[in-house]
């Protein structure tokens, strides 16, 4: 156990529909990050959240979006979703606002049908 | 933006053998490197780090290399043992921004 608890483990959804991804990062960090693996892609970046703001983008879709609320949770939502988009979705957290090592969760899987 | 590249996307060796896999940069801003070793449904985990004021870094079996000039670095696993057989990626940042992953290489060590 990493520490990063994500949520659920597995979803599949339809094309359209709307899912949220909900992630707790380590007890004590204040960042947390958001990342997307589709298959045989590396893990691309798509939102740091740091102490409850945002603080990075990356190539996150406008269809996307993040937040980060007081408890330091955080929950990426997705909507009009599209087959492309299955993939798995990795949250991760960090003591500092960047640099150093990550604690990433074990995933979401996303599947859209 | 790939900014980070590993360019074998696997690679394979024998037990007891030298992996070596490489992983190419092109933001000359970056200044901290890091291999993350994943197993399959499991999340990435950190293993080895480098600063850009150092150009090697060893612990126990594992070593990285960095070379600034040609924005290149490596990770050595000496002696390779079947259980390192995972996928390896390389990330960088620069200050302290997000880091920027590579696209991972599988590697498969053969008893």
């Known amino acids: 156990d990493s520490g990063v608890t994500q949520t659920p483990k597995h979803l599949i959804t339809a094309t359209g529909q709307r899912v949220t991804l909900r992630c707790s990062p380590r007890?004590?960090?204040?960042?947390v990050y958001w990342y997307q693996q589709s298959l045989d892609q590396g893990l691309q970046f798509l939102i740091q959240y740091y102490n409850g703001e945002e603080r990075a983008k990356g190539n996150i879709l406008e269809r996307f979006s993040a937040q980060q609320f007081p408890d330091l949770h955080s929950e990426l939502n997705l909507s009009s979703l599209e087959l492309g988009d299955s993939a798995l979705y990795f949250c991760?957290?960090?003591?500092?606002?960047?640099?150093?090592?990550?604690?990433f969760g074990s995933g979401t899987r996303l599947t859209v049908v | 933006d790939q900014q980070v590249k590993q360019n074998s996307p696997s690679l394979s060796v024998q037990e007891g053998r030298i992996s070596i896999l490489n992983c190419d940069y092109t933001?000359?801003?970056?200044?901290?490197f890091l291999w993350y070793k994943k197993y399959p449904a499991e999340g990435p985990t950190f293993l080895i780090s480098i600063s850009s004021i150092k150009d090697k870094n060893e612990d126990g079996r594992f070593t990285v290399f960095l070379n600034k000039s040609a924005k290149h670095l490596s990770l050595h696993i000496v002696p390779s043992q079947p259980g390192d057989s995972a996928v390896y990626f390389c990330?960088?940042?620069?200050?302290?921004?997000?880091?920027?992953f590579g696209a991972g290489t599988r590697l498969t060590v053969k008893p």
């Open positions: 933001n000359s801003m970056f200044d901290y």
């Open positions: 990330a960088a940042s620069a200050g302290n921004n997000d880091m920027r």
């Open positions: 991760a957290s960090s003591v500092n606002k960047g640099s150093g090592g990550y604690t």
């Open positions: 007890s004590g960090d204040l960042s």
